[in-house]
């Protein structure tokens, strides 16, 4: 009795095995009959099927394998634009806008040089801060004593005279130089001068920005050519240092001179001031010199 039921489940395992191959095998036909060669896995022949007879060629088989590949956008769009399509164009990338600097000029090498109205204003804020009641009063009585803020806002006025634009006729600016000059001596009083000697190190070591304009106060030591401009190495009385001043007019000072600077601090003028090759990291370039009277 035992025998034979372990007989019958023997025939029924066969049978489910056997049938599971078949099964298989039948898929697979049925695979590459309808499905075509991307199915041909065993890579063995089948009868009536010709893609998996030895030596068949598979053209069909490659298309489809490179059509499965390639990347496809929404509702099986292909991602790549048409042929005959032309590619848009790529925006170029922005760049740094060129300045024509004349052929003669010497100077920093900045984008936005000052004009002749910047410097109307710069004078008319300068009489004000030489004790002028406004922009019609000349400046009168006793010059104000300087304070951190008049000394920041002279600075202001420095970096206009220093950096203006060279386009501007000289006989516009010159005598608004003069002008300035006068206005320069008006306030160099002697507890003035030792305020601006004060202020200028923290200047010189912190300037606000690049190219900043500063009001400066020193003994000329040495005046030497370079080129187009003349190099005054200035000591700094209160900050025992000497700076280095580039002015592109014959200076009116000479050594042992003390003078006043408005200029502004250029880093590196080596390489940022046209016409200049020195080597220092810093310098000032000079939009006006004053000699102090003895």
Not at 76 to 89: C, F
Not at 108 to 113: F, V
Not at 235 to 254: C, E, K, M, N, Y
Not at 271 to 279: A, E, F, H, K, R
Request: aromatic share 4%; hydrophobic share 40%; charged share 20%.
């Amino acid at each position: 009795m035992n025998m034979r039921r372990r007989g019958s489940a023997a025939s029924q395992l066969i049978g489910v095995i056997v049938g599971g191959l078949m099964g298989l095998a039948i898929g697979y036909y049925l695979l590459n009959y309808l499905g075509g060669p991307s199915f041909n896995w065993l890579k063995i022949p089948l009868p009536g099927i010709p893609h998996t007879q030895p030596g068949a060629a598979v053209p069909e088989a490659a298309q489809h394998q490179a059509e499965k590949a390639a990347p496809i956008g929404p509702v099986g769009v292909p991602t790549q634009p048409p042929h005959d399509q032309p590619a848009m164009p790529t925006e170029p990338a922005p760049s740094e806008p060129v300045v024509q600097y004349p052929p003669e000029y010497v100077g920093p090498r900045r984008l936005d040089l000052y004009d002749s109205a910047d410097l109307a204003e710069a004078l008319v804020r300068a009489n004000e801060l030489a004790g002028g009641a406004g922009a019609g009063a000349a400046a009168s009585g006793p010059p104000p004593a300087l304070s951190a803020d008049s000394y920041t806002a002279w600075c202001d006025v420095a970096e206009v005279i220093a950096l203006l634009s060279p386009d501007e006729p000289e006989k516009n600016v010159s005598p608004r130089r003069d002008a300035l000059r006068r206005l320069t001596l008006r306030i160099a009083t002697t507890e003035n001068v030792r305020e601006i000697a004060q202020l200028t190190p923290g200047r010189l070591d912190s300037p606000p920005r690049p190219e900043a304009g500063i009001l400066l106060v020193g003994q000329v030591d040495e005046i030497k050519p370079s080129g187009k401009l003349k190099v005054l190495q200035v000591s700094v009385p209160s900050g025992a240092r000497r700076t280095t001043i580039l002015s592109p007019r014959g200076s009116i000072a000479g050594r042992g001179d003390l003078v006043l600077v408005l200029g502004a601090i250029v880093a590196e003028p080596g390489q940022n001031v046209i016409g200049y090759t020195g080597t220092e990291p810093q310098a000032v370039w000079a939009g006006l010199i004053v000699k102090l009277p003895d």
